[in-house]
């Protein structure tokens, strides 16, 4: 018998699977991390920083937002700690912030994910820094359309967008 084709439905079926390929290359970074977090612990803070960022973010595409909360929560007062220590750039602490607020939001801890995205806003603003900035302003805007304040949320998505025009961010 011929079945008709539906395009659409193929479509559907094969992005379905590339997700699905996608949630378990990220599952089997998890099983990877551990390893380099005993190699960041020898190497120093600044490696642990970094690796416990990248699996935040592992962590956040599928989904595993308390685990995302906790990394990053450790993150920002190591993060905070190195900045007092040696000067750093405020960067770190920016993106830190920026991706503790919009896990907090998808766990429905509103008040304290607005309190980290203004926090954000307000590190990178007083940096100077534009690519921080923008990573602020769409965690902040994040929080509010997750809390439902979308007249909110426009203003802050707006000047992130803004802050983008003409340069050629990756």
């Known amino acids: 018998s011929h079945r008709r084709r539906h395009p659409r439905l193929d ?6 699977e590339g997700e699905l390929g996608e949630t378990r290359r990220f599952e089997r970074a998890l ?4 390893a ?3 190699v960041g612990h020898e190497l120093g803070v600044r490696l642990r920083l970094v690796a ?6 592992t962590c956040d595409a599928v989904g595993q937002y308390a685990r995302v909360a906790d990394l990053m929560q450790q993150n920002v007062h190591a993060l905070d700690d190195e900045l007092l220590r040696r000067g750093d750039s405020p960067a770190q602490q920016v993106y830190a ?3 503790l607020a919009c896990c907090l939001a998808e766990l429905g801890a509103f008040a304290e994910a607005l309190a980290y995205g203004s926090e954000a806003v307000r590190l ?10 923008v990573h602020a302003c769409f965690s902040s ?3 509010y359309l997750r809390n439902g304040g979308f007249a909110r949320a426009v203003p802050v998505l ?11 961010f990756p």
């Open 31 to 34: 099983d990877v991390h551990p």
């Open 36 to 38: 380099v977090g005993d």
């Open 158 to 168: 707006e000047r992130g967008v803004h802050l983008c025009l003409g340069r050629d």
């Open 11 to 16: 479509h559907d079926i094969a992005a379905a």
């Open 141 to 143: 805007g994040l929080v």
């Open 124 to 133: 990178a603003e007083a940096a100077d820094r534009t690519y921080p900035l």
């Open 97 to 99: 912030r920026s991706a």
């Open 52 to 57: 416990d960022f990248f699996l935040g973010q």
